[in-house]
């Protein structure tokens, strides 16, 4: 039997529909993913926002930096097609535990934002902790994030392979370790598997590059055509 891969919808369908809004997230849904994925900056009244860039000029019909703004002032631009840029209760209440949900830590304290939306969401909301993944760049966030939530899988993003290969995954008690198609390799798939971790790939959009991640037994791959995987 073939091994299941984790079929994620990179910022919702982004290929189909504008990234990161309540419209994409849907779209992937229909698409039937196993799970979304989606990027959170806190906002300067504090709201915890679902935006990938630190400005807003390439998403939306705004300019500046999105840690700036206002809820109020972020929540009057286009983010394409007439939608908002969405908090992550709206993304979270739009999935009602269907799919997992893996949040991106992206600005500066995402980490306790983050934490106390999604306790809230398993306290309050019939959510669980394993409808959730959590994974960042920033891997001091991330840490913070893991010492808040212990329970909550994380996964470390890395942009290249290190020296000592999944090594800083396994140092961040991560379940995961998300790597990008441009440095995968088997070798560095064998020493995840090897640790205990799995390896999800981001972004994987072509049918041949599809073909080639699968064939190296990873565990998930991110697509911005989710239909594709």
Known sequence: MDKKILKIGHRGAMGHEPE????????ALALNV????????????????????DKIDRTTNGTGYTEDKTFTELRQLDAGKGELIPTLEEVLDLVDKRVIVNIELKGRNTAVA???I???????????????MVSSFDHPELNKFKHLCPQIPIGALLEGIP????????????????????????????????????????????????????NLNVDGIFGNFPERL
């Open 114 to 116: 983050t934490y106390q």
């Open 163 to 214: 020296l000592t290969y999944a090594e800083c995954a396994v140092q961040l008690n991560a379940q995961s370790i998300n790597l990008s198609i441009d440095f995968v390799n088997q070798d560095f798939v064998n020493d995840a598997h090897d640790k205990g971790l799995k390896v999800y790939v981001y972004t994987v959009n072509d049918s041949d590059d599809i073909a080639k991640i699968k």
């Open 118 to 132: 999604i306790d809230k969401y398993i306290k309050n909301h019939g959510w669980n902790e394993l409808d959730f």
């Open 34 to 53: 196993d799970a979304i994925e989606l990027d959170v900056y806190v906002c300067k009244t504090g709201e915890l926002v679902v935006i990938h860039d």
């Open 20 to 27: 990161n809004t309540l419209r994409s997230f849907k779209k």
